[in-house]
Structures are given as structure tokens and as C-alpha cells.
Nanobody, 121 residues
């Protein structure tokens, strides 16, 4: 079994910062990528940022220059540093890992339980 445990969400004023963390544990052979998605009521889950095993990253246009993503491969942990937060960043943030958990299985997506980020104006 694979588990993703997130931490770091909360309430912050506009212009403030938060750091999200997500640790993957369990039966893990290799991790291709880890990242963060977010979702608000009535909308589809959207990509915020992702980082691949080689270190390359992708960001949503709306968070470029404000958010950074990093990864500790030894700890199977991904971090999302969110700066200059805006009210429109308010959402539930979900950690994602695309990983292999057994040699006879192809890589699969795993998800955390979600953490609420609320940015007040």
C-alpha cells in the first residue's frame, strides 16, 4: 500500500506565504513525478505544479513566479512553497505521486487526502 500524507495548509492573508509538504510512504519501487493539484467547489481539479525525478518542473500559468516546488528524493517528499498568495489561490490542495509500487505493475497515480488553503483578502 502507498500513502501520501500532506501537511501545511491553513488560513493566510493575501500577500502571505504557506509551505505545503507531502510525504509518500509504503511499498514504493520508484517515483516518476510528484506534484500538487487544487480544486474548488464546482470546478475540475487543476494542476498547480509538478516535479519529475530528474528535477524538471511544470507550473500553472497562474502560479508561475509565485510558487516553487522542490523534492527530497531520499525522503520521498515534495514541497510547495507558495508566496504572494491571492484569494483566488483558495482551494483544497491535493498531493499527487506517479509511481511504481510493484515490478509487475505499471506506474500509477496516487493521491493525498487534500489540505485546505484559504487566502483572505
Amino acid at each position: 500500500q502507498v500513502q501520501l500524507v500532506e501537511s501545511g495548509g491553513g488560513l493566510v492573508q493575501a500577500g502571505g506565504s504557506l509551505r505545503l509538504s507531502c510525504a509518500a510512504s509504503g511499498r514504493i519501487i520508484s517515483i516518476n513525478s510528484m506534484g500538487w493539484y487544487r480544486q474548488t467547489p464546482g470546478k475540475q481539479r487543476e494542476l498547480v505544479a509538478t516535479i519529475r525525478s530528474g528535477g524538471s518542473t511544470d507550473f500553472a500559468d497562474s502560479v508561475k513566479d509565485r510558487f516553487t516546488i522542490s523534492r527530497d528524493n531520499a525522503k520521498n517528499t515534495v514541497y510547495l512553497q507558495m508566496n504572494t498568495l491571492k484569494p483566488e489561490d483558495t482551494a483544497v490542495y491535493y498531493c499527487n505521486a506517479h509511481l511504481t509500487s510493484a515490478y509487475y505493475r505499471p506506474p500509477m497515480d496516487y493521491w493525498g487526502q487534500g489540505t485546505q488553503v484559504t487566502v483572505s483578502s
